[in-house]
């Protein structure tokens, strides 16, 4: 305590009572002399760590513990602080004072790793140079409880060990503590040895490499750490198992156990690499055949593939059974994997050439390649059929059932020949009638009111500011909610909200880069605008203005769309701060985006009692959204609406007794590679629109869409412009066509995911709609095809499906480089395979002759990649018969290229017309 005492003798008095001990913000002071911890406390500002550390030798556990106070207080002031070079300084400081001034384990550990010192520590040296007076039972409680933090704590891991060394305990087997120690032993940059080398001089490896199997994901974390080659972990920890410093058994089941339980692709690429590194034997294999057999199921495809080619290998040794194999083979040739299906073949064909009376057991196992989609598989997996059946049948009469159960299952080209090889009755085949599935076809949902109470309102409008997708009924309940309680409990709804949007930047009082007035001039970015004016956080002038006169930016294609859907916001926004509106009055019936006539008038009839003052904007969208197909109920609407005597009742009878405008008549135009649309003037909307509404009904040209556009960032909005306009999906999906075809042509990805709600959506479904989901079908992108089959499989289940037409565009499409065969073919697998196959062939039926025309001629074009493809999911198990204009030209082409064979195999399906 020396530097400590001379520190007191030296520091100078403070106003207060001479004598005694008192302590003020955790700054102490004897009579009348500034303590040491007010020193401290200097030095910690000043982000001397030195000095700060030379206080906390001489000082005992009640002397550190009086100094806590003010290094909290210090703390919580720096957190508000603005981060530049004075707080940065002081930081690293107050890291180690605070961990050296508590005086339990479990506070330290929580001081050490909280997140507001998580970006500038002090160093682990330091730290352990204040620590390290203290008990080893108390070091080693502060290791584990390090150690038990998240990884996401970034606890140093030269701390942990160095509490480990000092303490003696146990070594942890944490995640954080054993990816702290790998990320350490990989560090060679920074060291001369290799990662062997260190694992050999590391005493806790043999303790630490075990406890790798355990952690979940480990692979993400340490995949970039495994790599290959000789200086790699994954050839250390073979050289250490073959060594004796692993045990090796225990080293194969962990590999194993970890695959089999393991879906992460980086866990399967690590643990696979260091399962063949070992190089298990043939005993070693032997014994763990049951896991072979679950891993040739693995999700994996390198798993599934090993696993497949390590029970190969003991297939042909003879160490597995006839009836193992055919397990395995059912599990393998079910797989959509083409190589993996194929070489399971090969192998049946080796094992049934040696040993031809094994076919009783594994052709039924073979007939599960009847499935597959490749017709290639079907076609190998027949021709073993029709070599060993009769030696099948010799050994076991049921063999042949149970292969002739799968039959039904070929393509009907295929077909004809196992009827033969089987023996079956083909008139019986013939007269089981062919079932297309399709899914249900969606029916509207009516819209759940908004909750009755605050408390919830704003947990669900919480639950919409983080969600990425929001779909316009969840909007549609919430945004009318708003306005519900802002008009009864404006107060009470805004202390509620507060919570839920914390966290948006203009909740923040200081802006120095950019303004909200700003922000939300430009655009509401939907429930923002509305929230931020119940909060205060917008002018009312900037409200105003965006209502008065829409957005800054210039239109484009889709503006039309989006004024509409933007007015609202605004008005709302508005009319909460000035008049707020009692609900909405177009908020929808349906989730289809329609709403009943006497509702509306029922709503109007409220507003009446009220005294409300309808919103322009919103009252003109509810005339959009109010349904007129039943003219009946239209009538009676008509008369009670106009029986109000307002100027809104007025204006809604005579839209309720109007003609619904036409479809406006669509022009195709060819851009470059792409096919585009262009839309006439819509005739028959309401009088007196908004500025807002004025451009729905104008004509839509191919220069407009493409215009720089302001809405390809926000891509969330598309989905309440089918609710714009109800049942008139033409006028939507043709201000989508150009963006559409991005997915196919410039390879973008997301954009398809609107396609099933146009699908889903009420009205026509024209040119538009069908030339969208064609630029779908050929997506760059997995998840914009399936939205695309998605669309296109609710179309044919409402019979909206115009299968000709939509052959018709895919095959221009084709042809002009837009979609690429190869990407139409993997989604017309895809829908096939759902049942749809008379449905897949109705389209590829039509398509085909334009992309067989360029191909007629032997040697006359190159076909492009994928073609072979398409023929081969073409007429799939449908009985199609009849002639495809040019195919038998391609047919007749000479050599045996997948193209020519599919052509072939197609145009003898076609010929046979057999039914499935």
Request: aromatic residues 6%.
């Amino acid at each position: 305590m020396s530097g400590a005492m001379s520190v007191v003798r030296d520091a100078v008095p403070v106003n207060g009572p001479a004598g005694g001990a008192t302590s003020r913000n955790g700054v102490v002071s004897v009579n009348g002399v500034v303590s040491v911890g007010d020193v401290l406390l200097k030095a910690v500002r000043a982000g001397r760590t030195g000095e700060a550390a030379g206080l906390l030798d001489g000082m005992t556990d009640p002397e550190r513990r009086l100094c806590l106070p003010a290094l909290k207080e210090l703390r919580k002031e720096l957190r508000v602080a603005p981060w530049d070079a004075t707080s940065r300084k002081a930081y690293p400081t107050l890291h180690a004072a605070g961990a050296a001034c508590h005086t339990g384990a479990a506070g330290t550990a929580a001081w050490i790793g909280a997140a507001d010192m998580r970006w500038s520590q002090a160093s682990p040296a330091v730290l352990l140079h204040v620590l390290g007076d203290r008990e080893r039972d108390w070091l080693g409680n502060l290791a584990q409880r390090l150690a038990d933090r998240p990884s996401t704590s970034q606890v140093s891991y030269e701390l942990m060990a160095g509490l480990v060394r000092l303490s003696g305990c146990p070594v942890p087997t944490t995640e954080t503590y054993v990816v702290g120690w790998v990320e350490q032993i990989g560090s060679l940059w920074q060291r001369g040895d290799s990662v062997l080398d260190r694992l050999r001089q590391d005493p806790y490896t043999a303790r630490l490499v075990p406890a790798l199997f355990e952690i979940p994901d480990i692979g993400s974390h340490l995949d970039w750490l495994f790599g290959d080659g000789p200086e790699s972990w994954i050839n250390a920890l073979a050289r250490l198992t073959e060594e004796g410093v692993l045990d090796r058994k225990t080293m194969i089941d962990a590999c194993v156990a970890r695959l089999l339980r393991g879906v992460a692709a980086s866990d399967c690429r690590v643990f696979l690499r260091l399962l063949t590194a070992l190089e298990p034997a043939g005993d070693e294999e032997r014994e763990r055949v049951a896991d072979w057999l679950a891993l040739a199921s693995h999700p994996a495809s390198t798993v599934a593939s090993h696993a497949r080619s390590v029970l190969g290998s003991l297939a042909l040794a003879g160490d597995i059974t006839h009836g193992q194999l055919a397990e395995m083979s059912a599990v393998v040739l079910f797989r959509t994997e083409k190589k993996l299906v194929r070489a399971q073949l090969v192998l049946l064909g080796k094992v049934l050439r040696r040993d031809p009376s094994s076919a009783a057991e594994l052709l039924p196992a073979v007939a599960h390649a009847f499935g597959h989609e490749d017709t290639d598989v079907q076609e190998r997996a027949l021709k073993l059929v029709e070599r060993y059946i009769g030696a099948a049948g010799t050994a076991n009469p049921w063999a042949r059932d149970e292969v002739a159960d799968g039959v039904a299952q070929l393509s009907a080209g295929l077909r004809a020949r196992a009827i033969a090889a089987l023996g079956l009755d083909a008139d019986e085949l013939a007269a089981q009638p062919y079932l297309e599935l399709l899914p249900p076809a969606p029916e509207p949902s009516r819209l759940t009111p908004a909750p009755d109470s605050v408390i919830e309102l704003a947990e669900e409008v919480g639950a919409l500011m983080v969600s990425a997708d929001t779909g316009m009924a969840v909007f549609e309940r919430a945004l009318d909610g708003l306005v519900r309680h802002a008009y009864l409990r404006r107060e009470e709804l805004a202390e509620a909200l507060e919570p839920a949007v914390a966290r948006r930047w203009w909740m923040g009082t200081d802006h120095h880069h950019h303004s909200s007035d700003e922000h939300f001039r430009r655009d509401p970015y939907g429930l923002e605008v509305v929230l931020a004016a119940l909060l205060g956080r917008v002018r009312t002038s900037t409200l105003h203005k965006a209502h008065q006169h829409g957005p800054l930016s210039d239109p484009c294609v889709h503006s039309a769309l989006s004024a509409v859907f933007n007015a609202r916001l605004w008005e709302a926004a508005y009319r909460v701060r000035t008049d707020p509106m009692p609900f909405l009055l177009a908020t929808p019936t349906w989730s289809s985006g329609f709403m009943e006539p006497d509702e509306l008038v029922a709503r109007l009839t409220e507003y009446q009692r009220l005294g409300a003052r309808p919103g322009e904007a919103d009252f003109t969208q509810a005339l959009f959204r109010v349904r007129r197909d039943d003219r009946a109920v239209s009538a009676a609407a008509a008369g009670h609406a106009a029986a109000l005597g307002t100027v809104e009742g007025e204006r809604l009878a005579r839209w309720l007794l109007s003609e619904s405008p036409a479809t406006p008549t669509s022009t195709r135009r060819v851009a470059a590679e792409r096919v585009l649309l262009e839309l006439d003037e819509l005739d028959g909307l309401p009088e007196e629109l908004p500025l807002a509404f004025r451009r729905l009904g104008l004509p839509m040209s191919v220069f407009e869409a493409r215009r720089y556009c302001p809405h390809y960032w926000n891509r969330v909005e598309r989905q309440h412009w089918l609710a714009v306009m109800p049942g008139r999906r033409e006028v939507v999906a043709a201000r989508l066509v150009r963006e559409i075809s991005t997915v196919a042509v410039e390879d973008t990805r997301g954009v398809a995911a609107v396609l099933p709600l146009l699908a889903e959506a009420e009205g026509a479904a024209g040119e538009a709609v069908h030339l969208c989901v064609a630029y779908g079908l050929g997506a760059r992108h997995p998840e914009d095809r399936i939205s695309a089959v998605d669309a296109l499989l609710v179309l044919a289940a409402r019979g909206q499906l115009d299968a000709a037409g939509l052959g018709g565009d895919l095959g221009q499409l084709v042809r002009k480089g837009a979609v690429k065969p190869l990407r139409l073919a993997e989604s017309v697998r895809t829908a096939a395979t759902t049942g749809a196959y008379a449905t897949v062939w109705s389209i590829l039926g039509a398509a085909l002759p334009a992309l067989l025309a360029g191909l007629a001629a032997d040697g006359a074009a190159q076909p492009a990649r994928g073609m072979g493809e398409l023929l081969a999911v073409a007429a799939e198990r449908t009985g199609a018969h009849g002639d495809v204009e040019h195919l038998a030209q391609v047919a007749e082409r000479s050599g045996s290229s997948r193209l020519v064979a599919q052509a072939r195999r197609l145009r003898a399906t076609l010929e046979q017309g057999v039914a499935a």
